[in-house]
């Protein structure tokens, strides 16, 4: 066989490549408009915002910028006695502008994230510079504050230095790069993100465990009634989908509360002493009741979609064929369902994993995720880099997750509808 | 081994699924071990239903199904030893054609290396050795049928139920598929239950056929005799060709009647009718009535050729007779000689015998 492939052309002596090209050009075009407004739209909805995110997550430039000379002197300084007068002399420069620009107060919040303590000493120096005379401002500078004269406040300028940084992301973990530069962890009783991260991602995971055992039966049922009446269960499953997300949580606080209905009635049947009532809110177990059942339908449905596809057919062929009915169940119609559980839990879990407002209502301070520390940051302290910080962290997360699910399972056997 | 005639019994069988239509009937049927029998019906005539109850998929509602001698409607599916091959193969899609054939051998805990005999001996039996580590997916429509058929008997089942198999192939593919099945019936000697809508295969593959149609057994008989003598209008108008007058019988005695019709009297052999003044269908094959008959025979008509039609073999002949337009006549393309064009009037002749008055309907 002849590997050379001679080119053929058309009647009118045209090559009939660039023919069928200059043919099927209009429909190409034709589809890229169609297809414009989306790509358009996530560019500016999605690609724009996350790569936004990320550069905030790591840019450091504010106080490179606001302090350009000071760095300038610092670079000669090896960090272990004070520095020099020239160093203070630029600092003075750079901080005589800021004041001049009203900017001074953006400084000390910025150098407080690095070390406490700058607060107030910057105060105290912007009201004593005005009366500061000219030349030896080491002097001068010392004597504000004692502090000033601590070599551990310059070191901690010197370090916002670089114009990027990874602070945000060891801060997330609960870490920092100490006064040695080693990356160490903050002590016992200030590590709060480690703890949101693990509880988040337990919450996450048992809510995909709930999720998957009570639709499995559901899916099942819906895929094998008639008609009539898994339209009328459909419709059960998608009634929470038609109502505000906020009234949903807002229903469930009423059913847990202390004095709540379910509470009531644990009561009533003399489950619990009156006096005794259990805490259901407030807590995980809030966020466990309240995300199970507003995440359900998204396990629901493309378990149905795939359970839809499956003959049964297959189920009696497996009976038949001598399999008990659990045989037939687990060897037949259970490895056939795997798309559609892989799909359920994926999107459950990822949806889990970011879940804010529920948490936020009914979880209480033992029952809130990382989402609501995120968004405390944003609204709050308006720390946004390290709200990004942490934003991008639950996002890899998720990627290392999806990367995960497609090596053990593949992602080609994932079925939505 | 002695043959048993009652292998499979049904004995007053009755069927509903909703409480207000029976769609079987007081079912009675008795089939022979080492039979091939056809449940052959239009869709919704209660056969497939009965194949079902005797899978265990569904329940009679009333009356008992016997399997050897044995009631078996409190025995669930699984524990039947029922083979049965389904209209859609019901493959397993995710285990390969070993693993397919595997399935029954290992729920039964056979070892590995006498279900590795069995799984050979099964698939050479449907010549598909070699193809035991694909999937499903990867067979055409005939492939997957015979795996089907080759797992349904790979646990040496006395009685293979098959719910209209052939139904999604191509008619090549399916006419040598009646074949293959019946040569395994042959040679195996399984019992073999056969649910399906086309007469064709029916007539080719069984031993007998049960004619189903409002959830009753219309007849129940060889195919030869099936065709030749069919019992009521229903199963004369479902099997093969037929042409049909209506009338009254005017005169009856002994193997022969007079049906008395519109404009003309025909002489008919009298089947369901018993006595003068009765309605009746009188029901007549194609290939029995002749044209320009030479031997003689009792009834001889005039006809116009209203069509005909090319058929390569045989040509169809649309003939108004008697006030039928819709009598058909086949006319081998030997007989080239016969002077049939449109419009010609031709001289068409039958035996009494042939014509059977059967229940008007």
């Known amino acids: 066989m002849s590997s050379e492939t001679k080119q053929i052309l058309t009647t009118d002596g045209i090559p009939l490549e660039v023919s069928l090209k200059k043919a099927e050009r209009k429909n190409k075009v034709k589809a890229f408009l169609l297809v414009a407004p989306l790509l358009f739209f996530l560019i500016i909805t999605y690609v724009f915002p996350i790569g936004d995110m990320l550069f905030r997550s790591v840019d450091d430039k504010m106080v490179t910028q606001m302090l350009p000379k000071t760095f300038k002197a610092m670079e000669n300084w090896d960090g272990q006695e004070l520095p020099e007068e020239e160093v203070f002399a630029a600092f003075h420069e750079d901080f005589i502008k800021l004041v001049e620009d009203k900017r001074e107060g953006k400084l000390s919040t910025q150098l407080n994230y690095t070390k406490n ?34 070599v551990e406040y310059w070191r901690a300028i010197q370090r916002r230095a670089p114009e990027f940084t990874g602070q945000k992301y060891l801060k997330g973990m609960d870490m920092y790069v100490n006064e040695e530069g080693k990356i160490v962890s903050v002590e016992e009783d200030r590590r709060i993100h480690r703890v949101l991260w693990l509880r988040t991602l337990e ?3 048992f809510v995909t465990v709930f999720c998957f055992l009570m639709a499995y039966p559901i899916a099942h049922l819906l895929a094998t009634l008639p008609m009539k009446y898994s339209n009328l269960l459909m419709i059960c499953v998608l009634l929470p989908f038609w109502t505000s997300l906020l009234v949903r949580t807002a229903s469930w606080m009423i059913l847990l509360q202390q004095q709540g209905i379910v509470n009531d009635f644990f009561v009533g049947i003399g489950l619990v002493a009156d006096d005794n009532r259990p805490e259901m809110m407030y807590n995980k177990t809030g966020s466990y009741v309240a995300m199970t059942q507003i995440l359900l339908p998204f396990m629901v449905l493309p378990l149905y979609s795939v359970m839809k596809t499956i003959s049964p057919s297959l189920m009696r062929a497996g009976k038949s064929l001598g399999g008990t009915p659990f045989v037939a169940f687990w060897k037949v119609y259970f490895p056939l369902t795997i798309p559609g559980i892989g799909a359920g839990c994926l999107l459950v879990f990822i949806l889990a994993i970011g879940y804010y407002i529920t948490p936020a209502l009914v979880g209480g301070a033992s029952g809130t995720l990382i989402s609501n520390q995120i968004a405390f940051h944003m609204k709050s302290t308006l720390d946004w880099s390290f709200a990004s910080a942490m934003g991008l962290m639950l996002l890899s997360g998720v990627l290392v997750i999806y990367w995960l699910y497609n090596k053990i399972v593949g992602i080609d056997n994932i079925k939505l509808g | 081994m002695s043959k048993q005639k009652d292998f499979v019994k049904f004995e007053n069988v009755d069927k509903s699924y909703d409480g207000k239509i029976l769609v079987v009937k007081n079912l009675q049927l008795d089939i022979a071990e080492g039979e091939f029998i056809t449940m052959l019906g239009p869709s919704g005539s209660g056969k497939t239903t009965c194949l079902m109850m005797l899978a265990g998929f569904e329940t009679p509602t009333n009356g008992e199904i016997y399997l050897g001698g044995k009631a078996i409607s409190s025995i669930p599916p699984h524990k039947r030893g029922i083979g049965m091959v389904f209209q859609n193969y019901a493959l397993f899609p995710h285990m390969t054609v070993y693993e397919n054939l595997a399935f029954p051998l290992r729920v039964r805990k056979i070892p590995k290396d006498e279900a590795d005999k069995k799984i050979d001996k099964a698939l050479s039996m449907v010549s598909l050795q070699g193809f035991a580590s694909r999937m499903p997916g990867q067979l055409s429509g005939g492939q997957q049928q015979r795996v089907a058929v080759a797992r349904s008997l790979v646990f040496d089942p006395q009685l293979v139920l098959m719910d209209e198999p052939l139904g999604a192939l191509d ?7 009646q074949y293959e099945i019946k040569h395994i019936h042959e040679s195996i000697g399984v019992t073999v239950v056969y649910v399906t809508h086309d007469q064709s295969e029916a007539l080719t593959m069984s031993n007998r056929i049960a004619v189903f149609n409002d959830g009753k057994v219309q007849q129940l008989s060889s195919p030869d005799e099936l065709y030749e003598k069919p019992v009521n209008s229903f199963v004369a108008e479902f099997i093969g060709e037929n042409n049909t007058f209506n009338g009254e019988v005017s005169d009856i005695s002994g193997e022969k009647c007079k049906v008395k019709l519109t404009n003309a009297e025909i002489i008919a052999n009298p089947i369901s009718v018993k006595s003068k003044g009765e309605k009746t269908k009188v029901s007549l094959r194609p290939e029995r009535a002749l044209i320009n008959p030479k031997n003689q025979m009792d009834n001889i008509h005039n006809g116009k050729i209203e069509e005909v039609i090319y058929h390569g073999d045989h040509t169809r002949v649309r003939i108004n007779l008697l006030g039928n337009p819709e009598f058909i006549l086949k006319v081998p393309n030997s007989s080239a000689n016969l002077d049939i064009k449109l419009g010609n009037e031709i001289k068409i002749g039958w035996n009494s015998e042939d014509a059977r008055a059967l229940d008007p309907k």
């Open chain 1, 203 to 205: 919450i996450a995971f």
């Open chain 2, 171 to 177: 008619k090549n593919l399916r006419e040598s598929m």
């Open chain 1, 117 to 150: 303590g700058f607060k107030s000493i910057i105060k105290k120096l912007r009201r004593k510079s005005k009366s500061f005379e000219e030349g030896n401002y080491k002097e001068q500078i010392m004597s504000v504050h004692k502090r000033w004269a601590d």
